[in-house]
């Protein structure tokens, strides 16, 4: 049982603030969740309702056997997740996504948690630190986390650790990148050339035609025009977009993050006019990153113009690029196991502002983050899902998986998974579809153990 007096106090009425919440009293643990609005307004919320969907009204995929966000969907259900059971209650027709009614979803959350006696709900903002009195507090106020708060954070580790601006590359997976065409080398043969992180790159090369029929798409694509509360977003002539370079000179990216120099393809012996480089972004090495291509292109532009370049023409990409404002942490750096801050273990962190990307992977950060706290509430060691599982991979990869020098936020997918080994009859490695259904299947089974200990440890 829970010591009397003891509870917990969540920071955002989001949804990683509310299915923190629901973990946390579910499992005995009284909570005090204190959301500022409508006291305090943001720019991007429209409502003062508890989970409010500020952009989409999707879930995206809701296939568990071969998609990942599916499998995390299928695991946030098998533990009890107040976030999935309201989105299926409010489901509308939108194919094989799980999609929602954003107002009856909602009202539907803010009935639950509202409802629920282990929960008070505090409508006033905490401006800066919580008070030092509160022994347990979880900060889940996404990405537009109020200034006094973010103030507060970045003061207390460190000016480079909190994030204001998001300049995102595409990441790719490194099973779809054609080989045959791409190789690897660091520029002169240098290891670890520029960041000392001893990483080769993959080099995609371009000749002279391929790379202006290139540079001209860049210049012709549609890109996505700022939300309001990004306008006042800066370019830094550090991460320009890499459209806005191609629209300085044709030769611009040649003579910048797509310059050859000191490379040569080993097929020909020849330097190319430009060469795409991508770094590997992920300590299991499936996942590589498009240096230097951060973009405002709209999403369907960006897999069109970059299946342009070759050995990228069947590439899959588990991220695409973009430029917004966004408030995150490094949290690599900044995070232990079990998302508590290095510099003051009282405070944890959930949602978006840890680094996730989507509605359902910063839901389920909450529901860990949750499960974690009411552990150490209880007197017990916080256990971590099994990395083999869809939340398992993803907490791994905000507190150590990803490379704190390049980190940015990363939606789940199936290259943040340990690999899988599976072969076929023949003796082949099992690939695509099959292989992601394998993956599914155990990490549905590595999950349930994890997913019953909440309902063990509240009897």
């Known amino acids: ?112 948690i509202t409802g629920h006696p282990l929960i008070t709900v505090d409508r006033t903002e905490i401006a800066g630190l919580p008070p030092e009195d509160w022994a347990s507090v979880i900060v889940a106020t996404g990405p537009l986390t109020s200034p006094a708060l973010s103030e507060a954070v970045r003061g207390l580790t460190g000016e480079d650790s909190l994030a204001f601006f998001d300049a995102i590359a595409p990441i790719v997976s490194r099973e779809s990148i054609d080989m045959d065409t791409a190789w690897f080398q660091s520029r002169y043969d240098k290891s670890g050339e520029g960041d000392g992180d001893g990483a080769d790159y993959i080099n995609c090369p371009l000749d002279k035609a391929q790379y202006e029929a290139f540079v001209t798409a860049l210049r012709e694509g549609e890109k996505t025009p700022f939300k309001d509360w990004e306008k006042d977003t800066p370019y830094f002539e550090g991460c320009l977009p890499i459209e806005v370079m191609a629209e300085r000179g044709m030769e611009t990216l040649a003579y910048g993050p797509m310059k050859p120099v000191g490379l040569r393809d080993p097929r020909t012996q020849q330097r190319p006019h430009a060469v795409v480089q991508l770094r590997q972004d992920n300590a299991l090495g499936t996942l590589f990153n498009m240096v230097g291509f951060q973009t405002k292109l709209k999403h369907g532009e960006q897999t069109r113009i970059f299946r342009m370049i070759p050995g990228l023409q069947s590439a899959e990409f588990v991220r695409l690029g973009g430029i917004h404002r966004n408030t995150f942490l490094n949290s690599p750096k900044l995070l232990d196991a079990t998302l508590r801050l290095k510099a003051q273990p009282r405070l944890r962190f959930a949602g978006q502002i840890t680094g996730c990307e989507g509605y359902v992977e910063s839901a389920a950060v909450g529901l860990m983050v949750g499960r974690f706290a009411a552990a150490e509430m209880r007197g017990e060691a916080p256990v971590i899902p099994p990395p083999t599982t869809a939340m398992g991979a993803l907490l791994a990869h905000i507190t150590g998986g990803a490379d704190a020098k390049t980190f940015q936020p990363m939606n789940v997918n199936f290259g943040l998974f340990p690999d899988l080994t599976a072969r076929d009859a023949r003796g082949r490695p099992i690939k695509g579809r099959d292989r992601k259904a394998l993956m599914a299947e155990r990490a549905l089974v590595d999950i349930r153990p994890w997913a019953a200990a909440l309902a063990n440890a509240a009897e």
């Open 1 to 112: 049982m829970v010591p009397p007096m003891k509870l917990v106090h969540i920071i955002g009425g989001g949804l990683a603030g509310c299915e923190a919440a629901w973990q946390l009293a579910e499992a005995g643990v009284p909570v005090v969740l204190h959301e500022m609005r409508p006291a305090r307004m943001t720019p991007a919320h429209q409502t003062e309702g508890l989970a409010e969907l500020v952009c989409s009204n999707s879930f995206r995929s809701d296939d568990a056997a071969h998609n990942a966000v599916g499998l995390l969907h299928a695991e946030m259900r098998l533990c009890g997740s107040v976030i999935l059971a309201c989105g299926d209650a409010h489901r509308v027709p939108a194919g094989s996504a799980l999609a929602v009614d954003r107002v009856g979803f909602s009202s539907a959350v803010e009935g639950r």
